[in-house]
């Protein structure tokens, strides 16, 4: 032997692409036996950009700019290129920022009534197979069970009156009971509601809900719930403690 060192290296070697196109970071293998040529070639098909307006620069594994990579004829296994290196590449056509920029192009419009005639339209598809607001007696049976649940609450409603007493069975919730101080609908959901000042602080509110004030009674002892959940009778207020005297 003469004493000579034999450095063993991996043919392919995996970078790390960057450029200027695009602000996604993309990993590719590349052999180190190719011409800088070679691999900008590569690149084109990865990006996008045309290999005589590319700019290619290496950065280490830690991304600090170790050099340019100008040389069309070099080999990439003359650069020093690591595992997990990154190669950015510069687009100086300008050809590709500007068509990326959604801003700079123009708008395509059709008319709504051209549209409408098409079939290759996603209107046209979903008229086709009834989809969502197309599919009439879906549409029409969502309409009458919601007019039905509104009748119901309504109905509920006009059965319950201001200052009666009453019991409240939410799902989920233990039952309370307290006094009715609002019946009507509101603004912070549609329906029908009924306000409630509970015995206990076991409400969320003072009967002030979004800034609007519906009625008045402490804080954490005010509600709203559905009239279906609210029974009215005769719930006398308990003496808390009295009977533990």
Same mark, same amino acid.
């Given at each position: 032997?003469?004493?000579? &060192?034999?450095?063993?290296?991996?043919?392919?070697?995996?970078?790390?692409?960057?450029?200027?196109?695009?602000?996604?970071?993309?990993?590719?293998?590349?052999?180190?036996?190719?011409?800088?040529?070679?691999?900008?070639?590569?690149?084109?098909?990865?990006?996008?950009?045309?290999?005589?307006?590319?700019?290619?620069?290496?950065?280490?594994v830690s991304d600090k700019f170790l050099q340019?990579?100008?040389?069309?004829? $070099?080999?990439?296994?003359?650069?020093?290129?690591?595992?997990?290196?990154?190669?950015?590449?510069?687009?100086?056509?300008?050809?590709?920022?500007?068509?990326?920029?959604?801003?700079?192009?123009?708008?395509?419009?059709?008319?709504?009534?051209?549209?409408?005639?098409?079939?290759?339209?996603?209107?046209?598809?979903?008229?086709? !197979?009834?989809?969502? &607001?197309?599919?009439?007696?879906?549409?029409?049976?969502?309409? $009458?069970?919601?007019?039905?649940?509104?009748?119901?609450?309504?109905?509920?409603?006009?059965?319950?009156?201001?200052?009666?007493?009453?019991?409240?069975?939410?799902?989920?919730?233990?039952?309370?009971?307290?006094?009715?101080?609002?019946?009507?609908?509101?603004?912070?959901?549609?329906?029908?509601?009924?306000?409630?000042?509970?015995?206990?602080?076991?409400?969320? !509110?003072?009967?002030?809900?979004?800034?609007?004030?519906?009625?008045?009674?402490?804080?954490?002892?005010?509600?709203?719930?559905?009239?279906?959940?609210?029974?009215?009778?005769?719930?006398?207020?308990?003496?808390?403690?009295?009977?533990?005297?």
């Amino acid at each position: 032997m003469d004493g000579g &060192v034999t450095v063993v290296t991996n043919p392919l070697v995996n970078v790390r692409l960057t450029s200027s196109i695009s602000s996604f970071e993309v990993q590719r293998r590349f052999n180190r036996g190719i011409s800088i040529a070679e691999l900008k070639g590569k690149l084109e098909m990865v990006l996008g950009a045309t290999p005589s307006c590319m700019d290619l620069d290496l950065f280490s594994v830690s991304d600090k700019f170790l050099q340019k990579m100008d040389d069309n004829e $070099a080999l990439l296994g003359s650069f020093p290129v690591d595992d997990d290196c990154r190669i950015h590449v510069t687009d100086r056509s300008g050809q590709m920022s500007e068509f990326s920029d959604v801003s700079k192009v123009e708008k395509f419009e059709i008319p709504e009534e051209s549209y409408e005639k098409r079939t290759d339209s996603a209107r046209s598809f979903m008229k086709k !197979h009834r989809v969502g &607001v197309y599919n009439e007696e879906e549409m029409a049976k969502k309409k $009458a069970d919601l007019a039905a649940r509104e009748e119901e609450q309504k109905a509920a409603a006009d059965a319950i009156s201001v200052g009666s007493r009453c019991q409240v069975q939410v799902s989920g919730q233990p039952t309370k009971l307290g006094t009715v101080m609002y019946v009507g609908t509101a603004d912070f959901k549609p329906g029908y509601w009924v306000g409630l000042k509970y015995d206990e602080p076991m409400g969320k !509110h003072n009967g002030t809900v979004s800034g609007k004030q519906y009625f008045e009674c402490e804080d954490k002892y005010g509600g709203f719930v559905k009239p279906q959940n609210v029974t009215v009778g005769d719930f006398p207020e308990e003496d808390f403690g009295i009977d533990e005297m």
